[in-house]
């Protein structure tokens, strides 16, 4: 600071230098009031209390599509489309960009099943496995029907004789 002051050349420097350093406190005031209380709101879902509480206010497993939280007992399908999931839920339905191996991976074989590669079917929503057009598909509690992949066909038998003991 001495050598900025003792040059005449220099002079305007030390200006900018009490002007940056009151901009920089300025700016960092306003993050430590704004910004890092918004971070720390949303970090705190993953403290083990904040996870507890969040548990105890739902009851069963948790699917996360997309990062948000959904009830798996209320999932009655998952649909892939292009690079979205349409997940039919019992109150409504949901759309969001998400990969369904990613959500398939998240469930357990009781769960439910892929009976293809763009469908999850939840084992309560299942009724029977049918035809049509000669084709092998889910029939669905609500009358609802998803295709059955060829290649799939045994593992869904399988599935349904080791799950589903009372549907034929």
Known sequence: MALAISDP???????RVVYLATMLILFE????RFVMPRVRTEAA??????TQRATSRRPGRLL????QPVALDKVK???????????????????????????????????????????WVSRRAVRRLGKRSGREVL??????????????????RDWIETYLDDIA
């Open 9 to 15: 050349q220099r002079a305007p420097l030390s200006d």
């Open 29 to 32: 005031i306003i993050f430590l």
């Open 45 to 50: 879902p993953d403290s083990p209390h904040e």
């Open 64 to 67: 996360h599509i997309a990062g």
């Open 77 to 119: 399908l998952i649909e892939a489309r292009q690079h979205h999931v349409h997940v039919q839920l019992c109150d409504g339905t949901l759309t969001e960009r998400a990969r369904l191996s990613d959500i398939v991976a998240q469930t357990r074989p009781e769960d439910g099943i892929q009976p293809h590669r763009s469908w």
């Open 139 to 156: 029939q669905l509690s609500d009358d609802s029907q998803v295709p059955v992949a060829r290649g799939r066909v045994e593992d869904v």
